[in-house]
Nanobody, 126 residues
Framework: QLQASGGGLVQAGGSLRLSCAVSGRTFSSAGMSWFRQAPGAEREFVAAFRRGTGRTYYSDSVKGRFAMSRDDAKNTVYLQMNSLKLEDTAVYFC?????????????????????WGLGTLVTVSS
């Protein structure tokens, strides 16, 4: 199971750190990603850690502002969000990609993931 937390209300320009705890033995073999969904919008890719290569990928909209990291000892991934903008307001979800992992071109596709956590709401105010 996946459980995202850390959302809240923050002013534009501020920072938040989201966490996603992964229970079970899933974490050691899973690629992990963050997605978000704003009201009335489709689920949007934010960041992904690809287990096979150890590389992290970001959407253009968050590159340079968000950073994804993981703590293997805690089976947890994080999303550090800095310089938050109004358009970052959304429900943020973490997702796990189990072997056989999705190909690189599918990382941004929600259907490529095997497990999803409940989202955590991030609201950025002016």
């Amino acid at each position: 199971q996946l459980q995202a937390s850390g959302g809240g209300l923050v002013q534009a320009g501020g920072s938040l750190r989201l966490s996603c705890a992964v229970s079970g033995r899933t974490f050691s073999s899973a690629g992990m990603s963050w997605f978000r969904q704003a009201p009335g919008a489709e689920r949007e890719f934010v960041a992904a850690f690809r287990r096979g290569t150890g590389r992290t990928y970001y959407s253009d909209s968050v590159k340079g502002r968000f950073a994804m990291s993981r703590d293997d000892a805690k089976n947890t991934v994080y999303l550090q969000m800095n310089s938050l903008k109004l358009e970052d307001t959304a429900v943020y979800f973490c997702a796990a990609d189990l072997p056989p992992w999705a190909i690189l071109s599918s990382l941004r596709t929600p259907g490529s993931y095997d497990y999803w956590g409940l989202g955590t709401l991030v609201t950025v105010s002016s």
